[in-house]
C-alpha cells in the first residue's frame, strides 16, 4: 500500500537485479563442495556439528544463534519466538555479538591475569579487548555478515577501540560514533527497525545503568548476584526502549514479553554464547559435547518459554500503524529527556506524550486496491473486509496488520462490506457506489458496471473505455502501484504508492485517475 514496505527499495540496497519463486521444491543436482566459499563450508561444518550433539529444535535454535544457519528451524519455532517478543534471540545482532565478545574479552582478561610473568609485563585489558574485536569479526564474517551484524560489528569496534585508547567505552560519544560510521556506509539504514531498535536500546541501556551507578542496589547485593542482575535489568530496559520501535514496525506487541524476556535474556548470556565459546575451545580436544550439552539445555528453556508464553490467551496485541509524525516525535522526546539535565529535561516527555496521543488517533485508508486490482480492503465497523478470501496473500496480511487486525484473510473476507459473485463483488463508500471486476469476463461486464456511474476497478487493461467511466485498471494500477483512498477536508483523495520518482521506482508513467464524490458523502454511512 502506499507508504508501506517498498520491496523495490530494498532490492536496490541489497543489490538484487530480480527475484523469483518455483511451485515445486528446489532439486539438488550436485553437491556444490568444490565452489563453494570456504566460510560457507565451514557454517555448515559448525552447523552439522552442534546437530549431531543437540537434538531436535533446540539444537536448531543453539546452531541458529551461533552459525546463522537458520535452515533446521520449523515455522512453529519460529512463529513462537515472534508471538512471545523472542525472536531477537535468533537474529545475529547486537546482543548476541555484545555477549559473546563481554565472554571472549573477561576470559582473556581475567585468564592472563592469573599468569604473573604476563600480567605484570602485560597489559591484559588491551589484549583481550582484541581477541574480543578478533572474535567479533570472525563471528561477523561465520554468521554472512547481514546488516544487522554489521551493525553491531560497528558498535562494538568503537566500543573496544575506545578500550585500547584508554578511553571510556560506554558512552553516548561511542554511540554516536558508531552510529555515524553506519550511516556513512549505509545511510538506508536509517529507516530499518533494527538501526532504531539497536540504537534505542544501547542508549538506553548506557543512561540507564549510568544512572544506577552507585546506586543502594549495588552496594546491597552479593558480588556472585550482579552479573545476574545486571542481565535481568539489561532485559527490562532494553524492553521498553525497543517497544515502541517494534510495535510501530510490526504492528504487534507481546503482552508478555517483559516476562519472557526476563526469564531467557540472562540465559542467553549467561549459558548459550559462552557454552558456544567454549565449545570452539574444547572442539580440538574432543571435549566440545560437554558446553554442548549446556547449550542444549539452555536452548530447550528459551524454546520452552516461547511456546509457553506464545501460548497465553492476549499474548499478542495488534497494533495500528503510526503516522508519520509519531516516531519523529517519540524519538526527540526521548533524546531530550537523555541529553538535558535539571527539571528542563523532563521537557521531553511533552512530545512523547503528543507521539502517542496522535498514535492513538491514527487513521486507515477508506479503501485499498492492490497493484493487480484482484484485491480490494474496505475499512468497515469490523475491522477490514477484503474483496476474496484467497488471492493476494501478502498485500492482505500486510493491510490487517497495517489496521492493528489480527484476522487472517479469509475471516476478513467473510465480514460485510462485499456483495455480489466471484469476479463482480461489489461494495459502497457512503454514496459512492463500486465495483471489482476480475478473472474471465470482467471485460464483458464493463460497458454496465460503467453505466451505474459509480468506480470501477478491473483487474485487465482496457484500450477503450466507455465515455465518463470513473476506471481504475491494470494499465493505471501499473503506473500507479497499490492505491489508497482517504477522506480528507476537500473530498475522497486517492494516494499512489509510485507518486514520487527514486532511483528504485524506475521512470514515472502516465496515468490518470477517476475523480470521487465530496467526504460528506463518503462517510454518511458511518465509514
Not at 142 to 162: D, H, K, Y
Not at 203 to 223: M, T, W
Not at 320 to 336: C, D, N
Request: glycine content about 10%; charged content about 15%; some cysteine.
Amino acid at each position: 500500500e502506499p507508504g508501506g514496505f517498498d520491496f523495490r527499495r530494498m532490492a536496490f540496497f541489497d543489490r538484487l537485479g530480480a527475484v523469483g519463486y518455483t511451485r515445486t521444491p528446489v532439486l539438488l543436482l550436485e553437491e556444490a563442495e568444490a565452489t563453494a566459499l570456504p566460510i560457507d563450508r565451514l557454517r555448515r561444518y559448525l552447523t552439522a556439528g552442534m546437530l549431531q550433539h543437540m537434538d531436535g529444535q533446540a539444537g536448531a535454535f543453539a546452531a541458529g544463534a551461533m552459525t546463522g544457519d537458520r535452515s533446521a528451524i520449523t515455522e512453529d519455532t519460529v512463529q513462537a519466538l515472534r508471538d512471545s517478543s523472542l525472536a531477537h534471540l535468533l537474529a545475529i545482532s547486537g546482543m548476541n555479538m555484545a555477549f559473546l565478545t563481554a565472554f571472549v574479552f573477561a576470559l582473556f582478561r581475567y585468564g592472563l591475569a592469573l599468569v604473573p610473568y604476563i600480567a605484570l609485563r602485560v597489559n591484559t585489558k588491551k589484549v583481550a579487548a582484541v581477541v574480543a574485536l578478533g572474535v567479533a569479526a570472525f563471528y561477523l564474517v561465520l554468521s554472512g555478515a547481514n546488516v544487522a551484524t554489521e551493525r553491531a560489528f560497528i558498535m562494538i569496534a568503537v566500543f573496544l577501540g575506545a578500550v585500547l585508547l584508554d578511553r571510556r567505552a560506554l558512552t553516548l560519544r561511542s554511540v554516536a560514533v558508531a552510529g555515524v560510521l553506519l550511516l556513512l556506509t549505509k545511510p538506508e539504514s536509517l529507516m530499518e527497525p533494527g538501526f532504531q531498535m539497536s540504537f534505542a536500546a544501547t542508549i538506553a541501556l548506557i543512561v540507564g545503568f549510568a544512572a544506577l551507578d552507585g546506586s543502594i542496589y549495588r552496594q546491597k547485593l552479593p558480588r556472585w548476584l550482579m552479573p545476574v542482575f545486571t542481565l535481568v535489568l539489561s532485559s527490562v530496559i532494553g524492553g521498553f526502549a525497543t517497544a515502541p520501535y517494534a510495535a510501530a514496525h510490526f504492528n504487534r506487541f507481546t503482552d508478555y514479553g517483559l516476562l519472557a524476556n526476563v526469564l531467557t535474556v540472562p540465559v542467553m548470556g549467561a549459558v548459550i554464547m559462552p557454552a558456544g565459546a567454549v565449545a570452539a575451545l574444547l572442539a580440538p580436544l574432543g571435549l566440545a559435547w560437554l558446553p554442548l550439552w549446556f547449550m542444549e539445555q539452555g536452548a530447550r528453556w528459551i524454546l520452552f518459554v516461547a511456546h509457553w508464553i506464545a501460548g497465553l490467551e492476549g499474548a499478542v496485541t495488534a497494533i495500528p500503524e503510526p503516522g508519520p509524525w509519531v516516531l519523529p516525535l517519540l524519538t526527540l522526546g526521548a533524546i531530550w529527556v537523555i541529553l538535558w539535565r535539571e527539571r528542563v529535561r523532563w521537557l521531553g516527555l511533552l512530545p512523547m506524550v503528543v507521539a502517542f496521543g496522535l498514535w492513538t488517533q491514527a487513521e486507515r485508508p477508506l479503501l485499498l486496491v492492490s497493484g493487480d486490482g484482484k484485491l480490494l480492503g474496505l475499512a468497515v465497523s469490523e475491522g477490514r473486509a477484503l474483496s476474496v478470501a484467497r488471492g493476494g496473500g501478502f498485500a492482505a496480511e500486510s493491510w490487517l496488520e497495517n489496521d492493528g487486525d489480527l484476522a487472517d484473510q479469509a475471516l476478513a473476507a467473510a465480514r460485510e462490506g462485499f456483495s455480489g459473485p466471484k469476479g463482480e463483488r461489489r461494495f459502497q463508500i457512503g454514496d459512492l457506489k463500486g465495483v471489482a471486476l476480475t478473472g474471465k469476463g470482467a471485460l464483458d461486464k464493463l460497458a454496465p458496471a460503467c453505466a451505474s456511474g459509480g468506480l470501477v476497478v478491473i483487474a485487465e487493461v482496457v484500450e477503450d473505455a466507455p465515455d465518463g467511466c470513473r476506471l481504475i485498471d491494470l494499465a493505471t494500477l501499473r503506473a500507479t502501484g497499490p492505491l489508497a483512498v482517504w477522506a480528507e477536508a476537500e473530498g475522497l483523495r486517492i494516494v499512489t504508492t509510485k507518486g514520487v520518482e527514486r532511483l528504485w521506482s524506475g521512470p514515472a508513467r502516465a496515468y490518470a485517475l477517476p475523480k470521487l464524490g465530496p467526504v460528506t458523502e463518503a462517510l454518511a454511512s458511518g465509514q
